[in-house]
Nanobody
Framework: QVQFVESGGGLVQPGESLRLSCAAS????????VSWYRRRPGKERELVAA????????DYADSVKGRFLISSDRTKNTVYLQMNSLKPDDTGVYYC????????????WGQGTQVTVSS
C-alpha cells in the first residue's frame, strides 16, 4: 500500500524558510517521480514542484521558481521541498504524490502539512 507522509510545515514570517519532507512507503523514490502540490485557501490543489526518479530533472510552478527547491534522498526514501523567501501567498496545505506533475496515487493522498506565512 502506497502512503505519503508530509511534515515540516509551520507558521513563519514573510521572507523566512521552511523545509518540507515527504516520506514514502510502499513506493520507491529512486524508481518514481514525485511531485509536491498545495491547496491554498479557496483554491484548487495545484502543482508546486516535481522531480524525476533520478533526481536529475525538476520543474516548478512559475510562482515558486527561484525560491523553492525540490530534492530527493534515496537512502531515506524521502523527497524534500526547500522553501525560501516565503510569501503570504504561499500559505496552504502542502501534499506530495507519485508522478511528475500528475498525481498517480489519487487514492493515497496524505494529510498534508500546513504552511502559514504571516507577519
Amino acid at each position: 500500500q502506497v502512503q505519503f507522509v508530509e511534515s515540516g510545515g509551520g507558521l513563519v514570517q514573510p521572507g523566512e524558510s521552511l523545509r518540507l519532507s515527504c516520506a514514502a512507503s510502499g513506493f520507491s523514490v529512486s524508481r518514481n517521480a514525485v511531485s509536491w502540490y498545495r491547496r491554498r485557501p479557496g483554491k484548487e490543489r495545484e502543482l508546486v514542484a516535481a522531480i524525476n526518479s533520478a533526481g536529475s530533472v525538476d520543474d516548478y510552478a512559475d510562482s515558486v521558481k527561484g525560491r523553492f527547491l525540490i530534492s530527493s534522498d534515496r537512502t531515506k526514501n524521502t523527497v524534500y521541498l526547500q522553501m525560501n523567501s516565503l510569501k503570504p501567498d504561499d500559505t496552504g496545505v502542502y501534499y506530495c504524490n507519485g508522478g511528475f506533475g500528475v498525481p498517480v496515487y489519487i487514492n493515497s493522498w496524505g494529510q498534508g502539512t500546513q504552511v502559514t506565512v504571516s507577519s
